[in-house]
């Protein structure tokens, strides 16, 4: 399966206006069907990285890029290069494109698309491909020791569990991996400033609650998973009892009997609408959260479309467009 990235006129108008209001943004290096035309730090290599699995040499700058992590493709386009195969995230990726709306105009190339919900190694050797990254994949021992076998894999560091870590290790992680380190760590420093930015007073200390309603079961992120730690850095607070109830894991489901435990929250963030069946009605018109406060006294954000995609994605590239996007309706939805 061949997609093709191609930016939208109205989309890169609609990104540059909210850019102007919003603050800064980062400035995208020139676009390239390769990553051979995305100048790399020659004396960054070889290169050592090291991960959950080991370590990984790269011994000179990449030329051929597979991504089989979800979202890893963001850093890559980030830094000018374009993968020659990524892995599909189903119902999160703008059907036909490759990238969301954030980074649709990055990248002016044709990219081969891995579906399904295994990781094909086959079509992984056949793109030839002289580095693999996986921070963002949950691949296992197994796998890795498959990918290896074709080229050097970059899978996350090893504090982390599988798809909690954080944005600025993986875009740090990915620019050292590709000979731009510096880059990594400019574009890391510009975003941090963003969310410091648009932190604002009455935030700091709220409680917020960030909850998955797929018609039949509700979760919520535990302050570990990237889409919580997007509050956390706008002030917000995760209630400790849903770390409690998450465990190790990077979300808690919450059972019927136990759902006033979203009455802890200030402001309740429902986000994957796509997934449920009716959207933000769904949540709306739900009986089991009558007695929510933040439902029934609109003390809630509901995220749908291009926003949902983004806020889920969580890369140095789709958080620009989410903080353009969600500061409103955050600020709309906090009791003052």
């Known amino acids: ?74 850093a890559l386009l980030a830094f000018g290069i374009t993968p020659v195969l990524i892995r599909e995230w189903e119902g999160m990726a703008p059907e036909g494109e490759i990238a969301g709306e954030w980074a649709s105009d990055r990248a002016d190339g044709e990219t081969e698309m891995l579906t399904g919900k295994e990781i094909n190694v086959e079509k992984v050797a056949e793109a030839k491909p002289d580095l693999i990254v996986a921070t963002y994949s949950g691949i296992d ?41 510096a880059e990594a760590e400019e574009m890391v420093q510009k975003l941090e400033k963003r969310f410091s930015d648009a932190a604002r007073p009455e935030w700091k200390g709220k409680k917020a609650i960030v909850a998955i309603w797929k018609g039949d079961k509700l979760y919520a992120f535990s302050s570990q998973d990237p889409r919580s730690r997007f509050f956390e850095e706008l002030g917000f607070v995760i209630p400790s ?21 979203l009455n802890e929250a200030d402001v309740i963030i429902w986000d994957q609408l796509s997934y449920a069946p009716n959207g933000k009605e769904s949540v709306t018109e739900e009986s089991l959260f009558d007695n929510i406060d933040a439902v029934k006294n609109g003390h809630s954000v509901y995220l749908e479309g291009e926003l949902e995609k983004a806020f889920g994605w969580q890369t140095v590239l789709s958080l620009n467009y989410a903080l353009d996007n969600i500061q409103e309706p955050l600020a709309e939805a906090t009791p003052k």
């Open 1 to 74: 399966m061949k997609k093709t990235l191609m930016g939208g006129l109205a989309a890169l108008l609609a990104i540059s206006t909210l850019s102007a209001c919003a603050g800064e943004t980062i400035d995208a290096p020139s676009s390239s069907s390769e990553s051979s035309d995305a100048v790399a730090d020659a004396s960054a290599f070889p290169v050592t990285i090291e991960h959950k699995f080991g370590e990984s040499i790269v011994n000179e700058a990449p030329q051929r890029v597979v991504s089989v992590g979800y979202t890893d493709q963001d």
């Open 241 to 261: 009892s849903i770390d409690e109830i998450a465990g190790d894991s990077f979300n808690a489901s919450i059972s019927p009997e136990n759902v006033d435990v």
């Open 141 to 181: 021992q197994e796998m890795y020791d498959k990918l290896s076998v074709i080229a050097p894999v970059i899978a996350q560091k090893g504090e982390y569990p599988d798809y909690q870590q954080p944005w600025q290790v993986t875009t740090q992680e990915i620019g050292q991996a590709v000979g731009k380190g």
